[in-house]
């Protein structure tokens, strides 16, 4: 096998690994390339796992990455999401190359994880790493891996937690679309649990609350109020966001908006809208 081919067959791993780190689709693909670089700088010869190899150096440029990344993010105008990943109802979710897809936005949007608990927690949960791989990459002992893992997992709370959307669920959101389109606000508010949560991102750049809105009747009243400004012309379009329900706004075949339900026992906990553009750019048309 070449380095080429060696480097391709982990390609998607190593996308989704950068993904996961940096919540970017762009900074991801940026990562990657580097570390095809690197990679190409190397000799190969000498490595006992390209694997191995891949995937350590793409974790600490992502690790790298993601400190400076934080500093930034202390910047952003209202709450910080991540780039959704967008995967068609219609599409079979096992085609998706992205193998970080999976990942919900709310463990995403964590950033009380430090970079090193987010890459332990990350190759350990997602990717399923031992330990005993994981040390090497972080340059901690397994045992210290193992406590970073039970430390991250904490601060995350059930955000780690890896539902599969199912059919109810969407019919949860129908209800939801038909009782905003109505204007009614009660209805609205019989969707949501009674301390359901909105994150808004805007980034400064499209409307958006400044800061997450809190319970079913004030979240039920802010959505009902935004509705109307909708740009005409817009298409609602069911979808998987980072593997949760949701909803795209979609005009003349680019994505506005894209709205991730977290639903549990058949109340909408949380949704994360993601309305800056260039969140979205990466997006196909649809």
Known sequence: MSDI???ERNRSRLAGIAYGMLGSVMEAEDVVQDAYLRWRGVDTGKIDSPDAYLTTITTRLAIDRLKSARARRER????WLPEPMVTSQA???AAIVLEAESLSMALLAALELN???RAVLLLREVFDMDYAEISPIVDKSPANCRQIASRARDKAGDQGRRTTAAPSDFEIIMRYV???SQGDVE???AVFAEDVVLWSDGGGVARAARHPLFGATRVARHMVGVAPQT???TKIVFALVNGDPGLLGVLDGRVIAALAFEIEEGLVVALR????PDKLAHIPPL
Do not use: I, W
């Not at 952003?76 to 709450?79: A, D, K, R, T």
């Not at 809208?273 to 800056?276: D, I, M, R, S």
């Open 5 to 7: 081919e060696a480097f």
């Open 76 to 79: 952003y105008v209202g709450p």
């Open 91 to 93: 599409e079979d979710p």
């Open 115 to 117: 970079p090193v608990e």
């Open 178 to 180: 038909d009782r905003v």
């Open 187 to 189: 209805g609205v508010a």
């Open 231 to 233: 740009p005409e012309g």
């Open 273 to 276: 809208a993601v309305l800056n």
